[in-house]
C-alpha cells in the first residue's frame, strides 16, 4: 500500500486562513531578517571602506607634511647658500676696494686714470664757473724732497714778483 499526499489543506477554512497567515508571516519574517542582515553587511562594508579612505587619506596628508618639510628644508639650504655666494662677493668686492683706495692713497697721480675722476672732470666741464683742482702731491709724500722744495720755491718766487710794486719811472729790462 502506498499513500501519496499531494497537499495538505485544512478542512476548516477558518485553519486553513490561520496557516496561510502564519506562514506568510514567517517568510515575511524571514525576508525582514534577510533583509535586515543586508542592511547590516553594507553598512559594515561602508565602514570599512570609509575607514580605508579615511586611512589612506591620512597617510596621503602624512606624505604631503613630509614632503613639504624636506622641500623647505631644500629651500632654506638653497637660501644660505645664496646668501653665503652674496656674501662672499660682497667681501670680495670690499677687499678689492680697499686695495684700489690703498693705491690711490700711496698714489694719487691714478686717481685721474680711475672713471670717477674722468666722470667728474666731464660733469664740471658742463658748469661755467666749475674749477676742478688736481693735485700731484701725495698727503703722504715726504714735502721737502730736493724737486718739490725747489718746484715750491719756484712757485713763491713767482707770487712773489708779481705781489711787488713795480717801480714808477725806472727802466727795467725783462
Do not use: C
Not at 547590516?40 to 565602514?47: Q, Y
Not at 660733469?123 to 683742482?133: D, G, P, V, Y
Not at 700731484?136 to 718746484?151: C, T, V
Not at 720755491?153 to 725783462?174: A, N, Y
Request: glycine share 2%.
Amino acid at each position: 500500500m502506498s499513500l501519496t499526499v499531494q497537499s495538505v489543506d485544512a478542512v476548516d477554512p477558518e485553519i486553513a486562513e490561520a496557516m496561510r497567515r502564519r506562514e506568510s508571516a514567517r517568510i515575511l519574517e524571514q525576508t525582514e531578517s534577510l533583509n535586515q542582515k543586508a542592511r547590516a553587511a553594507a553598512a559594515h562594508a561602508k565602514l570599512e571602506a570609509d575607514e580605508q579612505i579615511t586611512l589612506a587619506e591620512h597617510e596621503l596628508e602624512l606624505k604631503k607634511y613630509e614632503l613639504r618639510g624636506a622641500e623647505l628644508q631644500r629651500e632654506a639650504i638653497l637660501a644660505e647658500k645664496r646668501t653665503e655666494a652674496e656674501l662672499k662677493r660682497s667681501r670680495m668686492k670690499l677687499a678689492f676696494e680697499s686695495e684700489e683706495l690703498a693705491l690711490l692713497k700711496s698714489s694719487p697721480e691714478m686717481l685721474l686714470l680711475s672713471p670717477q675722476a674722468a666722470r667728474l672732470a666731464e660733469a664740471s666741464q658742463n658748469l661755467k664757473n666749475a674749477r676742478t683742482i688736481v693735485s700731484l702731491w701725495s698727503p703722504d709724500a715726504e714735502r721737502e724732497s730736493k724737486l718739490a722744495g725747489l718746484f715750491q720755491r719756484f712757485l713763491e718766487l713767482v707770487v712773489d714778483q708779481e705781489r711787488k710794486p713795480k717801480p714808477e719811472g725806472g727802466s727795467e729790462s725783462s
